[in-house]
């Protein structure tokens, strides 16, 4: 099975260790992701993610809070909903 994803504490703590005086990190994700069950069909996990851990000058901007999962239902646009109202 192939994966589509990145592991963003990992992510954060690469670009902390470079030593910027800031850090923002915006995160497009609904948090709730497809599962390949048997057969065809896939099953929804809606478990939501764990919390980061950022170093201190770091501002992470997510569509739901630790653990929660947001609506990300199709709104017409490229973009999901958190997107949509950021931009």
Not at 5 to 31: M, W, Y
Not at 62 to 83: I, L
């Amino acid at each position: 099975m192939r994966r589509y994803g990145i592991n963003a504490q990992e992510t954060l703590d690469t670009i902390s260790h470079e030593k910027p005086q800031t850090i923002v990190f915006l995160l497009d994700c609904c948090r709730v992701y497809w599962k390949p069950a048997e057969g065809k069909r896939s099953i929804r996990v809606a478990e939501g993610l764990k919390a980061m851990d950022p170093p201190a000058e770091t501002l992470i901007a997510f569509a739901c809070a630790p653990g929660q999962t947001a609506d990300d239902r199709s709104t017409g646009f490229k973009n999901g909903v958190f997107t949509k109202h950021l931009l």
